[in-house]
Every structure is written in structure tokens, then in C-alpha cells.
């Protein structure tokens, strides 16, 4: 008799067990998403214990609530998506689980990027509104940058405003265009930009590969980045031409690479004196305005 009385109270226990040990093992997955698209709607499906509800949300907005199927667990939903990065969460409500993903929405591209390797880099910023084309459905990615011009890229790559009653001090003043004045105020009283020892600002001047990586590194410390290699020595990675960085750059060309700002897009020579590109320029700001 006690032993029957034994076993009855093991598999009682056991029972009582077993709903905690499911309940451990409750979990949601999102299924495969491209990480870039042209449609402004997706469908997103994942895995869920069946019955319970999955809230889908997009940026943090609720696109809706969906009941998982008895069949093989599986839920669905179709999402609308922003221009730009979109992170879409699915959240087991009653639970702290949640699966996510990120998925970009092109809604702007140019007939002059087919094949060439900074096409993600400008489609994605002139999605996000950091950049324009220069007419006729040209984005000019091989043209050369004024230093208005990245002024402006810098500013927008901070997800900054131009300065609405812009002041400036530089002895060209009346050069800087218009359009360029709230940027190039908002730069300079970030300290992203500073003007020539003469005064001037020289906003039709090329801006240079130099000053691009000086400027996207001070941008990046305004983020709250880390400076790993900070310091007068060489650069984070190996340019052939490192011996003609010049002094006043070599800081900042060493955070810049070492936080992939500068990538393999810049090759092998990092060739400080030369214009820069708006490709180039466009791979750069993507990345600072991606970083964290």
C-alpha cells in the first residue's frame, strides 16, 4: 500500500512539473527577411505556440495582433514598412519573448548606379532624405564634393537640422550659397568643420579624403563613440601611402578606420590630398549614420 501511495505522489509531482517545463520552453521566431527592399508592404511569419496571440509591431508602432495556427505553430502578418530602416518586432504577449528583424525600404534610386559599388551606399542615404541627385536621375557618384556640399552630408548624417538663422564669420561669406548657410552654421557650431587659416571657408573648394575622414571622425564622437586608436600613429589598417597622411589627420584617419567608417570601399591607398568622390562621400555617411 505505501508503495502504491509512493508512486501516486511521484506522478503527481510529475504532472504538476511538466506544465512548468512547457511553459519553459515557450518561444517565437521570425522567419527569413531580405535586408533590403522596393516594396513598401511584407508579409513577416514566424513560429509560436499554438493558440497564443503575437503582437507585430514596426518601429515600435502595432501593426496588429495574430493568433498562432494549430498548424505546425506558424503565424503571419503583412507589414507596411517606412522609407529608411525598419525594425519589426514580434512580442508572445503573457511572455518576455520577442523576435526581431531589420529590413531597409528603397523608395530612391538613379539611373547612374547600375554596377557601381556605392549604390546601396547612395540609394540608402537619398531614401533617409541625406542626399539628392544632381538632375536627370543622376546621382554623379564618380563627380567630385564641394565642402558646402559635405557640410550638408555631415549635418544631415547626425540627423541634425541646418540652423534656421545661421551666423557666420568667415571672410567669404557671401560665397557660401544659400542653401549651404544653415549646414555649414550648424557644422561649424558642432564643431564638425572649421574654416582655412585665413579666414575663409571655401565652400566651392573639392572637399579632400583627408578632411572627409576628419570630419565623419568628429561626427562620430559627437555619437558618443569610443575613439579606438586615437592617437599620432599610423592608421587602423595598412594604407600604402600611410607615410603621406598628413599630421593634423593621422588621429582621426585611425578612428575612422578603426571604426570601419573608412572600409575597403577607400582602397589601398588612402591618397589624403585627392577630391573626394560622391560615391565615396555617400559610403562614409551611411555608415556614420548607421553607427550607434
Do not use: C
Request: hydrophobic residues 45%; glycine residues 10%; without cysteine.
Amino acid at each position: 500500500m505505501r508503495r502504491f501511495v509512493s508512486l501516486t505522489l511521484s506522478l503527481l509531482v510529475l504532472l504538476t512539473l511538466v506544465p512548468a517545463a512547457a511553459a519553459a520552453t515557450e518561444s517565437i521566431t521570425m522567419g527569413f527577411l531580405v535586408p533590403k527592399t522596393t516594396s513598401p508592404v511584407v508579409t513577416v511569419r514566424g513560429s509560436a505556440p499554438a493558440g497564443k496571440v503575437v503582437a507585430v509591431t514596426v518601429n515600435g508602432e502595432l501593426q496588429g495582433r495574430v493568433i498562432a495556427g494549430p498548424s505546425m505553430d506558424v503565424w503571419r502578418w503583412e507589414v507596411a514598412l517606412e522609407p529608411g530602416d525598419n525594425v519589426i518586432a514580434a512580442a508572445l504577449e503573457g511572455t518576455e519573448l520577442q523576435a526581431e528583424k531589420r529590413i531597409h525600404l528603397t523608395v530612391k534610386t538613379f539611373g547612374d548606379l547600375k554596377g557601381h559599388w556605392a549604390k546601396d551606399d547612395a540609394e540608402y542615404l537619398a531614401t533617409v532624405g541625406v542626399v539628392n541627385g544632381v538632375g536627370d536621375d543622376a546621382f554623379g557618384p564618380d563627380l567630385t564634393l564641394t565642402r558646402a556640399q559635405f557640410a550638408k552630408m555631415a549635418v544631415l548624417g547626425l540627423k541634425l537640422q541646418a540652423a534656421a538663422d545661421p551666423v557666420l564669420g568667415f571672410t567669404d561669406n557671401e560665397s557660401i550659397p544659400e542653401w549651404a548657410r544653415g549646414f555649414v552654421a550648424t557644422a561649424v557650431a558642432e564643431g564638425l568643420i572649421t574654416g582655412h587659416s585665413d579666414g575663409s571657408f571655401g565652400p566651392d573648394q573639392p572637399v579632400t579624403r583627408a578632411q572627409v575622414a576628419v570630419i565623419a571622425a568628429r561626427a562620430l564622437r559627437k555619437k558618443g563613440a569610443d575613439a579606438p586608436g586615437r592617437s599620432e600613429a599610423a592608421p587602423g589598417r595598412t594604407f600604402k601611402d600611410a607615410d603621406r597622411i598628413p599630421a593634423w589627420a593621422r588621429a582621426d584617419v585611425a578612428f575612422t578606420a578603426s571604426a570601419g567608417l573608412v572600409g575597403d570601399f577607400w582602397g589601398d591607398t588612402f591618397d589624403p590630398d585627392a577630391p573626394a568622390t560622391r560615391g565615396l562621400a555617400a559610403a562614409v555617411v551611411r555608415r556614420l549614420y548607421r553607427a550607434k
